[in-house]
């Protein structure tokens, strides 16, 4: 497989997702010093004041951070491609980006792809992360039916929780899938972001009494 046919199946590196993130989170802010630095957010920073600098990659961090967090949950979900393995390609799980050794992955990549200077830059990385892109548009772009939800908070996973139960009290023939799909549309849940993780959560919470469809 080669990585155009990565992008022609809706895929996007992560360095190219990074840079989409950042024009949508901080766009105003990053052409500001991007202008300042004469740079328009491609090579090298070297003439840009420490300052510049600093403020640049403290936005850089701030938004793989956020994508970081959007990893983890699943929400986005992303592939490995490795050259060295017969150019192998595979989905990275999601819990690799909870553990701390997935921190300065992203930075590294963006960095290098775009031959900044930076301390998290080195060495030129082996392996490429890549972006499903219809989930990176899911979660950036307006009019998409994630953009501007609300994450839950501990009090509306609970209720997610209850919902779930009373779903499952009501409809007993009903299984997961289906449940999960029935409580995402429930108006009090519409103005929320409900992640597949967020339903794992909330079903462990309302387990499905014995004898009932399981098939999740």
Not at 22 to 44: D, M, Q, S, Y
Not at 170 to 185: A, G, I, N
């Amino acid at each position: 497989m080669i990585m155009s046919d990565f992008r022609r199946r809706g895929f996007i590196r992560a360095s190219h997702g990074i840079l989409k993130a950042k024009k949508i989170w901080h766009g105003a802010t990053f052409g500001e010093l991007e202008g300042r630095a004469a740079v328009n957010g491609h090579g090298p920073l070297t003439a840009a004041s420490s300052t510049i600098f600093a403020e640049y990659t403290r936005l850089v961090s701030d938004v793989v951070e956020r994508l970081r967090v959007l990893l983890r949950d699943g929400e986005l979900r992303s592939f490995l491609f490795n050259r060295q393995l017969s150019n192998l390609f595979q989905k990275v799980p999601c819990e690799y980006w909870a553990k701390p050794e997935s921190a300065g992955t992203l930075e590294r990549l963006f960095f290098e792809a775009f031959e900044i200077q930076s301390s998290v830059s080195q060495p030129v990385p082996r392996d490429l992360i890549y972006f499903r892109l219809s989930d990176l548009t899911e979660l950036l772009e307006p009019g998409s039916a994630s953009f501007g939800k609300m994450r839950l908070d501990e009090g509306t996973k609970q209720d997610l929780a209850d919902a779930l139960r009373s779903l499952s009290e009501r409809h007993p023939k009903l299984r997961r899938p289906d449940q999960f799909k029935l409580v995402r549309e429930l108006p009090e849940f519409r103005q929320y972001r409900i992640t597949d993780r967020d339903l794992r959560e909330a079903a462990r919470k309302a387990p499905i009494p014995s004898g009932r469809p399981r098939k999740e």
